[in-house]
C-alpha cells in the first residue's frame, strides 16, 4: 500500500540554524500539506502546495518557513533560522482529489 | 476562531464494550470530517471519513454526523486493547478549495484487559 514517507526521523539542531524536512508524498496524489505538533499539544495546520504553489498557509508559517517540490517525487519544508520554540513533530500529508489526507511517519525536530 | 472541540478523556471501557467518542465544531460551513488515531509517538492515521449526516459503518468502526448540532462522534465496537490510542477528531473547516484540516486536542482511550 502507497505511503507517505518522510526523513530524517529525529533532526536535532542548534538556534539559529537552517534545517530542511523532506517527504516523499503518495505518487498520485495532487496536494500537499505539512503540519507540526508541539509535545502535548494539537496537531497544527502550517502550509499547504498545490500545482506547484502554495495554496493555503496559517499564522504560523511565517518568512522563516518555506516550501519546495524541487523534483517530481520530494516536497520539502524549510526553516531558516530555527527558534526553540520550532521543537516539535513535523508531519507531511497529501491527498489526490478526494479530501482524505494521509499522513507521513514525521520528523522530531529538537532545537537546542 | 473556528474550533474543534473534543473531550480530552482520559476515556477507559472494558476489552469488548463499545467506546463512544465525541466531537463539537464550530463553522456551520464545514463539510468534511475525519477521525485519525494516533498511537504515542506516531502519526495520525485515518480511520473514517464523513460527509453526510446519518452513521457511516467501516468494521467495528461507527462514524455518526449531525450537521444541526454540530457533531460528529465515532463509535469503536467491540473494543480491543489495541484501541488504545488518542482519537483525533479533524474537520475542513472552509467551504471552497481550501483543504486544510483543523484537529482537536483529540481523545485518550484505554481499552482496559
Known amino acids: 500500500e502507497p505511503e507517505v514517507t518522510q526523513t530524517p526521523s529525529h533532526q536535532v539542531t542548534q538556534m539559529g540554524q537552517e534545517v530542511i524536512l523532506r517527504c516523499v508524498p503518495i505518487?498520485?496524489?495532487?496536494?500537499f500539506y505539512w503540519y507540526r505538533q508541539i509535545l502535548g499539544q494539537k496537531v497544527e495546520f502550517l502550509v499547504s502546495?498545490?500545482?506547484?504553489?502554495?495554496?493555503?498557509k496559517s499564522e504560523i508559517f511565517d518568512d522563516q518557513f518555506s516550501v519546495e517540490r524541487p523534483d517530481g517525487s520530494n516536497f520539502t519544508l524549510k526553516i531558516r533560522s530555527t527558534k526553540l520554540e520550532d521543537s516539535a513533530m513535523y508531519f507531511c500529508?497529501?491527498?489526490?482529489?478526494?479530501?482524505?489526507?494521509?499522513f507521513g511517519p514525521g520528523t522530531r525536530l529538537t532545537v537546542t | 476562531q473556528k474550533e474543534v472541540e473534543q473531550n480530552s478523556g482520559p476515556l477507559s471501557v472494558p476489552e469488548g464494550a463499545i467506546a463512544s467518542l465525541n466531537c463539537t465544531y464550530s463553522?456551520?460551513?464545514?463539510?468534511?470530517f475525519f477521525w485519525y488515531r494516533q498511537y504515542s509517538g506516531k502519526s495520525p492515521e485515518l480511520i473514517m471519513s464523513?460527509?453526510?449526516?446519518g452513521d457511516k459503518e467501516d468494521g467495528r468502526f461507527t462514524a455518526q454526523l449531525n450537521k444541526a448540532s454540530q457533531y460528529v462522534s465515532l463509535l469503536i465496537r467491540d473494543s480491543q486493547p489495541s484501541d488504545s490510542a488518542t482519537y483525533l477528531c479533524?474537520?475542513?473547516?472552509?467551504?471552497?478549495?481550501?483543504?486544510?484540516?483543523?484537529f482537536g486536542s483529540g481523545t485518550q482511550l484505554t481499552v482496559l484487559p
Open positions: 463553522d456551520r460551513v464545514s463539510q468534511s
Open positions: 505518487s498520485n496524489h495532487l496536494y
Open positions: 479533524a474537520v475542513k473547516i472552509s467551504s471552497g478549495s481550501a483543504r486544510q484540516l483543523t
Open positions: 500529508a497529501s491527498t489526490g482529489e478526494a479530501y482524505e489526507q494521509y
Open positions: 502546495f498545490y500545482n506547484n504553489e502554495i495554496s493555503e
Open positions: 464523513i460527509y453526510s449526516n
